[in-house]
């Protein structure tokens, strides 16, 4: 158990709604990463949160949002869902601010599985 | 363009030998490498890092290797046992990007009794 929990496991959803995955750090961390796997291709890299700031972005769509609470919460918004939107979506934690001196590990969470039919 | 790279999809070892695993990259400007473990339904579980100042880490069964000059990092895993049998993931750091890992496309191993 990484200490990372995220909610819900599995969602099933139609074409051009709208979701909202929710990701919980490990106790005291202050990062925050999401990323999307989809079947043919590995880990990509979505989005960093530093204690409510953005950090990076990295190739996340411009109908997906996300931000992050002052609890460290944060939460990953899925809208006009398209078919090609079905992965795996995972979060990750760390302690750090992420830079060129820092290590870099993250720890992830179990994952959401969304669906879109 | 694809800048960290495992071109073994899939590996298969005995129980108690030797397993290699490989990864390529393409961009001189990461500053941590990372291994992590995957099991089907579940988040990837760290292994080991390396920082790029570094060419070898160990810990336990696990060592990392770091060839700078070829770009190119390998996990060793000795003995090799068949509950290591997952997705193998390497991961790297850009600098000053945020802190966001590149994954390569990772290497399936399967460790036989």
């Known amino acids: 158990d990484s200490g990372v929990t995220q909610t819900p496991k599995h969602l099933i959803t139609a074409t051009g709604q709208r979701v909202t995955l929710r990701c919980s750090p490990r106790?005291?961390?202050?990062?925050v990463y999401w990323y999307q796997q989809s079947l043919d291709q590995g880990l990509q890299f979505l989005i960093h949160y530093y204690n409510g700031e953005e950090r990076a972005k990295g190739n996340i769509l411009e109908r997906f949002s996300a931000q992050q609470f002052p609890d460290l919460h944060s939460e990953l918004n899925l809208s006009s869902l398209e078919l090609g939107d079905s992965a795996l979506y995972f979060c990750?934690?760390?302690?750090?601010?992420?830079?060129?001196?820092?290590?870099?590990?993250?720890?992830f969470g179990p994952g959401t599985r969304l669906t879109v039919l | 363009d694809q800048q960290v790279k495992q071109n073994s999809p899939s590996l298969s070892v005995q129980e108690g030998r030797i397993s290699i695993l490989n990864c390529d990259y393409t961009n001189s400007m990461f500053d941590y490498f990372l291994w992590y473990k995957k099991y089907p339904a579940e988040g990837p579980t760290f292994l080991i890092s390396i920082s790029s100042i570094k060419d070898k880490n160990e810990d336990g069964r696990f060592t990392v290797f770091l060839n700078k000059s070829a770009k190119h990092l390998s996990l060793h895993i000795v003995p090799s046992q068949p509950g290591d049998s997952a997705v193998y993931f390497c991961a790297a750091s850009p600098y000053n990007q945020g802190g966001k890992l590149i994954f390569g496309q990772g290497t399936e191993l399967s460790v036989k009794p």
């Open positions: 990750a934690s760390s302690g750090l601010a992420g830079g060129a001196t820092t290590g870099h590990t993250q720890y």
């Open positions: 106790s005291g961390d202050l990062s």
